[in-house]
């Protein structure tokens, strides 16, 4: 069983920056992947951007506000957020699959974390 905490959300004014934390636990693989997902309000769940053990960071659809990074020895994975927009508002999830490759789709992600709330306004 891996256990997911999201934290690092909040309230911030467009053109901010925020870092979302994913700690994992739980995990004694050597091979999976920790993806970032948003849901943002009446909206699909979409895949953000996706880090593995063994092979470097896969974005989806970003145009470089958001760097994916992850400490080992931790075992936290970051979301570094710059340049916020309004649309970029909603709820932020990290998950967790077995395996080195990255997927956008949530069906490929055996377990979730709670989400943390992005609110970007002014």
């Known amino acids: 069983q891996v256990q997911l905490v999201e934290s690092g959300g909040g309230l911030v004014q467009p053109g901010g920056s925020l870092r979302l934390s994913c700690a994992a636990s739980?995990?004694?693989?050597?091979?999976?992947?920790i993806g970032w997902f948003r849901q943002a309000p009446g909206k699909e769940r979409e895949g953000m951007a996706c880090?593995?053990?063994?092979?470097?960071p896969t974005y989806y659809g970003m145009k470089g506000r958001f760097t994916i990074s992850s400490d080992n020895a931790k075992n936290t994975v970051y979301l570094q957020m710059n340049s916020l927009k309004p649309e970029d508002t909603g709820v932020y999830f990290c998950?967790?699959?077995?395996?080195?490759?990255?997927?956008?789709?949530?069906?490929?992600?055996?377990?979730w974390g709670q989400g943390t709330q992005v609110t970007v306004s002014s």
């Open positions: 998950a967790w699959r077995s395996g080195y490759l990255c997927y956008d789709a949530q069906s490929e992600y055996d377990y």
């Open positions: 739980g995990s004694t693989l050597d091979y999976y992947a």
């Open positions: 880090i593995s053990s063994s092979t470097g």
